[in-house]
């Protein structure tokens, strides 16, 4: 993503949480040139790339914003496992931001879930909405 689209995505992001609450916000976001037309001249909803691959198109993972810093200790390792498989993403980094990411309420809670299976921590599903 170049530093524009960065800027952009910002202020869109800033003013979207100045007028709606949390939960409508959308965690991926793809900025085109043009919408897509059917030869009637209407938008083609079916042309639009899925939102799933909108970092492809960035060039850049979703969520990343900064430069990517790779998981560090153990904890951060299996942490950011946990995150890259219920996000669905390749890998994801000690900075990266969860609902920046595409998470949501319910993923925390499955998170919340796999930290508790596999490291044995019973954490409160509130501390995903602290930070």
Do not use: C
């Not at 960065?6 to 976001?29: A, C, D, G, N």
């Amino acid at each position: 993503m170049g530093k524009q689209s960065s800027v952009l995505l910002s202020k869109v992001r800033s003013w979207l949480h100045e007028k709606l609450p949390e939960y409508m916000i959308p965690t991926t976001f793809v900025f085109l040139a043009a919408l897509p037309l059917t030869p009637n001249g209407k938008r083609d909803r079916n042309a639009l790339a899925s939102p799933t691959f909108a970092p492809e198109l960035l060039g850049m993972p979703r969520g990343t914003e900064h430069a990517f810093a790779p998981p560090r200790t153990p904890t951060e390792v299996a942490l950011a496992a946990i995150w890259s498989n219920l996000l669905d993403l390749e890998r994801v980094g000690i900075h990266d931001d969860f609902f920046t990411l595409g998470g949501h309420s319910l993923t925390a809670i499955r998170v919340q879930h796999q930290i508790q299976n596999r490291m044995g921590i019973d954490l409160p599903v509130e501390i995903f909405f602290e930070f």
